[in-house]
């Protein structure tokens, strides 16, 4: 079957469906717009408007449950229609995984979308040209709370969809549909997490090439669900970015990891640096250099053996903000690595505006050294370039003896990998120092 056979075209006006229809169709916009709403007696709600590559009507066609809104040509508009039986036939063809998800998904926009219009039915002032992004100033916190729910369900379904594939992703995605069932799940907001103190740090420490010795660590945050399962950031920091949640989890890291710090130099006598992430979205909070200082202060922590790692692409994204965060941060008395290098797009000729001490070597160069002849001579090059910029280069991700070797001929500083070790818990952290 060929969906080109099924272009459709909708004068202005035309509805394309209509509430409580039969779902026979889902439809793509080619060009035009359409409107999709919920009646009510002469009272309408504006659910969305739709434009050229959007998707509309595809809930009723995989539940087969009653159209829950009505879809009107805004202007002379032209679809692909799918039909239900070519959707059907996926479906019974997709992997029961991929079922369970769509039904689990279908079964919470029913629910949303159901709430939505009771608390619409019952409450709201008769208005005709009322807009869905009109509402908040006029709607109760009870259909504020509703929709806030349906825009956070959208936003954990488009986080799942926008994922990166992984790498060792198998042919099927399996890494990116587990992370996909996670994120749509995932009903317990990071913010609950924190207050169930769910979250806690693991730490990988960082060694010195030539010694072996322990140097400094990297904390990594981890969250342990109320059934016990460990869920790894890669499947809730972008959500965490997404939702804002990241700066207020940012805080939590950065604070336990100082706490962390302090007892190693006190208790251990042990100055050891602690590497601590931060998110771009942490970049956005205006308060962020002031908290972080305050936080250090608070710990007791020796500034200078706290050093903040960041990516790449915060610094691509917005060089100017993140140039004045940046120095703002130094003159804290903090240290600053430049985490992941390499994967991005940023040259060495734009890196010695900003004063990092460290550059960290993504573990993809380090894991392509032993068959390539060109990595090594990248990483040969970066560790140099890094030395007459003044930084010192931690390689990640160091998996063999091999790999120990080569980087040492490179002159590298400090590694880091499971080489060495994995992230873990304090209590082996102090073992592996003694
Ligand atoms: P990252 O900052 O590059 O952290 C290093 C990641 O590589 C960690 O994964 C670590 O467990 C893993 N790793 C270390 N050595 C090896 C190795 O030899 N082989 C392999 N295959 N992997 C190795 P993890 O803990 O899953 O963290 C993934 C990413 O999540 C981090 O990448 C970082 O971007 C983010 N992340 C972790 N903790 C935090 C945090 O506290 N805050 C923020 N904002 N992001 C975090
Ligand atoms: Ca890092
Ligand atoms: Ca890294």
Known sequence: MALKDFSTYFETGEFLFKEGDKGDFAYIIE????????????????????????????????????????????????????????????????DPTVRMILRLIMY?????DARLRQVFDGILPIDENMQH???????????????????????????????PAYQGDG????????????????DKSIKSALKDEEFHLCFQPIVELTSEKIVGCEALVRWTDSAGKMIMPTQFIPRAEMTGLIVELGYWI????????????????????VSINLSGKQFEDKNLIDSLANIMDETGVVHEQIKFEITESLLMDNPEVAGDALKRLKETGAKLAIDDFGTGYSSFNYLHQFPFDTLKIDRSFVSAMSGNVKSNEI??????LSHDLGMNVVAEGIESNFEVDMLL??????GQGFYFSKGVTEEEFVKLLK
């Open 31 to 94: 060009s035009g717009s359409v409107e999709v709403s919920h009646q009510s007696g002469n009272r309408k709600l504006v659910l969305s408007k739709l434009g050229e590559g959007d998707l509309l009507g595809e809930m009723a066609v995989v539940d087969k449950l009653p159209r829950p809104a009505s879809a009107k040509a805004l202007e002379p508009t032209r679809t692909i229609a799918i039909p239900v039986d070519y959707i059907t036939e996926k479906i019974q063809d997709a």
């Open 171 to 186: 042919p099927g995605g399996e890494q990116t549909l587990l992370n996909t069932k996670i994120l749509v799940t995932q």
């Open 108 to 112: 919470r926009y029913r629910d949303a």
């Open 254 to 273: 950065a604070r336990k990891a100082c706490e962390f710090q302090f007892r190693l130099a006190c208790e251990n006598k042990n100055p050891l640096f």
């Open 409 to 414: 001929q490179h002159h590298t500083d400090y």
């Open 133 to 163: 992004s009109e509402q908040p100033a006029s709607a109760t916190g009870e259909l504020k709370s509703v929709m806030a729910q349906f825009l956070d369900m959208q936003q954990r379904i488009s986080t799942a969809v926008n994922m």
């Open 379 to 384: 990483v040969k090059s970066l560790v140099h």
